[in-house]
């Protein structure tokens, strides 16, 4: 297998994110209370940070028109995707202020939260650090929900969405 070797640049930026991409991820949407009402955003730069304290760690570009929203936002949530959510993954990353679609309530801390989601962290920001185009949102989780649902997460790899099939044991 041959390999093709480049060096990061602005004329390499494509052959970069497509480097990128060959590394399958999660799929969350974060949201927010914004000025405009309930705000929301899908992301894939999601992590782990700490156990102790739990802390979580996610990216929004710069760019975005909802960055200043997110990153200036004491409170947001996160929301980890079943591979059947699909097109709330695709209606949140087009753009942000369509809530109608699905269930949903604000929590006491007037974040809006999705309902029928894998797992939610609700989170209060602890630092906010530029990374080039993006910035890193670092945040403390303050409550998560786990409820009891077997679906399999939706992944992210390659720019399509799918989900992981069992592999024989070894």
Same mark, same amino acid.
């Given at each position: 297998?041959?390999?093709?070797?480049?060096?990061?640049?602005?004329?390499?930026?494509?052959?970069?994110?497509?480097?990128?991409?060959?590394?399958?991820?999660?799929?969350?949407?974060?949201?927010?209370?914004?000025?405009?009402?309930?705000?929301?955003?899908?992301?894939?730069?999601?992590?782990?940070?700490?156990?102790?304290?739990?802390?979580?760690?996610?990216?929004? #570009?710069?760019?975005?028109?909802?960055?200043? =929203?997110? *990153?200036? /936002? !004491?409170?947001?949530?996160?929301?980890?995707?079943?591979? %059947?959510?699909?097109?709330?993954?695709?209606?949140?990353?087009?753009?942000?202020?369509?809530?109608?679609?699905?269930?949903?309530?604000?929590?006491?801390?007037?974040?809006?939260?999705?309902?029928?989601?894998?797992?939610?962290?609700?989170?209060?920001?602890? #630092?906010?650090?530029?990374?080039?185009?993006? =910035?890193? *949102?670092? /945040? !403390?989780?303050?409550?998560?929900?786990?409820?009891?649902? %077997?679906?399999?997460?939706?992944?992210?790899?390659?720019?399509?969405?799918?989900?992981?099939?069992?592999?024989?044991?070894?």
């Amino acid at each position: 297998m041959s390999q093709t070797p480049f060096t990061p640049s602005p004329e390499t930026s494509r052959d970069l994110r497509r480097a990128f991409g060959r590394f399958g991820t999660g799929v969350t949407v974060v949201t927010v209370q914004s000025d405009h009402g309930p705000l929301g955003m899908t992301a894939n730069s999601f992590t782990s940070v700490s156990l102790d304290p739990a802390l979580v760690l996610w990216s929004v #570009a710069l760019a975005s028109k909802r960055c200043a =929203a997110f *990153v200036g /936002a !004491q409170h947001f949530a996160i929301h980890v995707l079943a591979a %059947d959510q699909t097109d709330l993954a695709q209606r949140f990353a087009r753009q942000g202020l369509d809530f109608s679609a699905d269930p949903w309530h604000l929590s006491p801390q007037g974040v809006p939260i999705l309902h029928g989601c894998l797992a939610v962290f609700h989170c209060n920001t602890q #630092a906010v650090h530029p990374a080039g185009d993006h =910035a890193l *949102v670092i /945040a !403390q989780v303050d409550h998560a929900e786990l409820p009891q649902d %077997d679906r399999p997460g939706l992944l992210f790899e390659r720019g399509k969405f799918g989900q992981l099939t069992d592999l024989p044991a070894l």
